[in-house]
C-alpha cells in the first residue's frame, strides 16, 4: 500500500495563477514529511521539509494531522516552477530501518 | 552538485548479463541509497545502507545486489534475475539515515537490449 499518494500525475496552471500540489500520507506516528523537486536535466533537490517550517522560492506546505495531508502551495506560480515534485514521508526514524518513502509525484507545467 | 556522483551515464547490456552502476560520494556521509525512478512510478527504494558493511533491502530488492565496503562507495549489481532491469537508477547519500536530507547522484539510465 502507498504511505504517501500525490493524487495528481500531471498538473498544469498559467503564469501567475496560485498552485497546489497535493500529497496525502498514511502514517500513524509522528510523521516527518518533505518536498523534493526535480527540474528539467537537473538533481533531485530537497524543496522544504514541515519540521523546518520555511518558505523557499515561494513554496509552503503545512502539516495537517487531520487531514494527513502535506500539501504545497504557491499563490503565484513562475515558469521556472514547472518541475516534477515529490512528496516524501519519513517513518522509523531513529532505528536501522528508518527510510524515505516517496510518493509518485507531480509533473507540474506553468504556461506563460 | 559534485559531492556525489554516478557512472556511467548511459549504459547498455544483453539480456542475461549482471551490470554494476557505480556510486561515490565524498560528503562524508553515513547512508547511501539506490532507487530506481520509472514514470508514474515515482521513486522506488531497491536497497539503502546507514552504516559501512551494512545495508538492508528497500521496497523492490529482488534481482539486485549492494555492497558498502566503503564509507564512499555503494555499488549496485543490477543481475539477470531481475525480470525488468531497464529504467534509470538514482543513488544519494545522506548524513545519517535518520532524516536527513537526502543528496541525489546525476543517475545512470540502464538499458537492456
Known amino acids: 500500500a502507498q504511505r504517501v499518494t500525490q493524487p495528481e500525475k500531471l498538473l498544469s496552471v498559467f503564469k501567475g495563477a496560485p498552485v497546489e500540489l497535493k500529497c496525502n500520507y498514511s502514517y500513524s506516528g509522528s510523521p516527518e514529511l518533505f518536498w523534493y523537486v526535480q527540474y528539467s536535466r537537473q538533481r533531485l533537490q530537497l524543496l522544504l521539509r514541515h519540521i523546518s517550517r520555511e518558505s523557499i522560492k515561494g513554496f509552503t506546505a503545512d502539516l495537517n494531522k487531520g487531514e494527513t495531508s502535506f500539501h504545497l502551495k504557491k499563490p503565484f506560480a513562475q515558469e521556472e516552477d514547472s518541475a516534477m515534485y515529490y512528496c516524501?514521508?519519513?517513518?522509523?526514524?531513529?532505528?536501522?530501518?528508518?527510510?524515505?518513502?516517496f510518493g509518485r509525484g507531480t509533473q507540474l507545467t506553468v504556461w506563460p | 552538485d559534485g559531492g556525489i556522483t554516478q557512472s556511467p551515464k548511459y549504459l547498455f547490456r544483453k539480456e542475461g548479463q549482471n551490470v554494476t552502476l557505480s556510486c561515490e560520494q565524498n560528503l562524508n556521509h553515513d547512508a547511501m541509497y539506490w532507487y530506481r525512478q520509472d514514470p508514474g512510478q515515482g521513486l522506488r527504494l531497491i536497497y539503502y545502507?546507514?552504516?559501512?558493511?551494512?545495508?538492508q533491502k528497500g521496497d523492490i530488492a529482488e534481482g539486485y545486489s549492494v555492497s558498502r565496503e566503503k564509507k564512499e562507495s555503494f555499488p549496485l549489481t543490477v543481475t539477470s534475475a531481475q525480470k525488468n532491469p531497464t529504467a534509470f537508477y538514482l543513488c544519494?547519500?545522506?548524513?545519517?539515515?535518520?532524516?536527513?536530507?537526502?543528496?541525489f547522484g546525476p543517475g545512470t539510465r540502464l538499458t537492456v537490449l
Open positions: 544519494a547519500s545522506s548524513m545519517s539515515g535518520d532524516g536527513d536530507t537526502q543528496y
Open positions: 516524501a514521508l519519513i517513518i522509523d526514524r531513529g532505528s536501522t530501518l528508518g527510510r524515505l518513502y
Open positions: 545502507s546507514q552504516i559501512v558493511n551494512d545495508f
